[in-house]
T-cell receptor, first 116, second 117 residues
Framework: ETGVTQTPRHLVMGMTNKKSLKCEQHLGHNAMYWYKQSAKKPLELMFVYSLEERVENNSVPSRFSPECPNSSHLFLHLHTLQPEDSALYLC???????????????FGPGTRLTVL | AQKITQTQPGMFVQEKEAVTLDCTYDTSDPSYGLFWYKQPSSGEMIFLIYQGSYDQQNATEGRYSLNFQKARKSANLVISASQLGDSAMYFCAMREGQLSQGGKLIFGQGTELSVKP
């Protein structure tokens, strides 16, 4: 595997289900990100992990719970979601969390989530 | 106020012609970076090109070039010799400052480019 991978690619869940999204980066990067992309809206940054510590949480509802067990893996645990949470969830990683403005992010293919 | 503005929701271009996708930004931070990403229908965001606020020359990467006009706060993407595979959503993004100091990547709403054969 190369780059950033995400599983599953598609997920349909009911509002009472609990599921997890997985992201893995094979680039040796130190920072990882979760984004939400809803239809006709800009990407919204949800969480940032730098060296396995959460450095940003953009007022995301508690029904989304991130986990970063090591610098290569990032999870997004989902429970009691709402239909408006249906979106494309993108994971990204970057090289140097302490770097300057140039800190290119490499994205995974995303998980298309549908909440019924 | 929006930090990143892409005023063209959709654009059409004839194959082999050049096209310019507009992006304007708003920041008071003297140190920032501007990025363009391509998102095909598969969903993956693909990095295209980067321009730093202190870079003296416009960035170029193959068929992609960035028309950076700092005083006007614009960072338009120019794609030369369009190909059918260029059809996708294109996002302009900006990072202010450093990630460790709270700097984050802010995205525009995107422009959908369609290349006609």
């Amino acid at each position: 595997e190369t780059g950033v991978t995400q599983t599953p690619r598609h997920l349909v869940m009911g509002m009472t289900n609990k599921k997890s999204l997985k992201c893995e980066q094979h680039l040796g990067h130190n920072a990882m990100y979760w984004y939400k992309q809803s239809a006709k809206k800009p990407l919204e940054l949800m969480f940032v992990y730098s060296l396995e510590e959460r450095v940003e949480n953009n007022s995301v509802p508690s029904r989304f719970s991130p986990e970063c067990p090591n610098s290569s893996h990032l999870f997004l645990h989902l429970h009691t979601l709402q239909p408006e949470d249906s979106a494309l969830y993108l994971c990204a990683s970057s090289q140097d969390p302490a770097g300057g403005p140039y800190n290119e992010q490499f994205f995974g293919p995303g998980t298309r989530l549908t909440v019924l | 106020a929006q930090k990143i503005t892409q005023t063209q929701p959709g654009m059409f271009v004839q194959e082999k012609e050049a096209v310019t996708l507009d992006c304007t930004y708003d920041t008071s931070d003297p140190s920032y970076g501007l990025f363009w990403y391509k998102q095909p229908s598969s969903g993956e965001m693909i990095f295209l090109i980067y321009q730093g606020s202190y870079d003296q020359q416009n960035a170029t990467e193959g068929r992609y070039s960035l028309n950076f006009q700092k005083a006007r706060k614009s960072a338009n993407l120019v794609i030369s010799a369009s190909q059918l595979g260029d059809s996708a959503m294109y996002f302009c993004a900006m990072r202010e400052g450093q990630l460790s100091q709270g700097g984050k990547l802010i995205f525009g709403q995107g422009t959908e480019l369609s290349v006609k054969p």
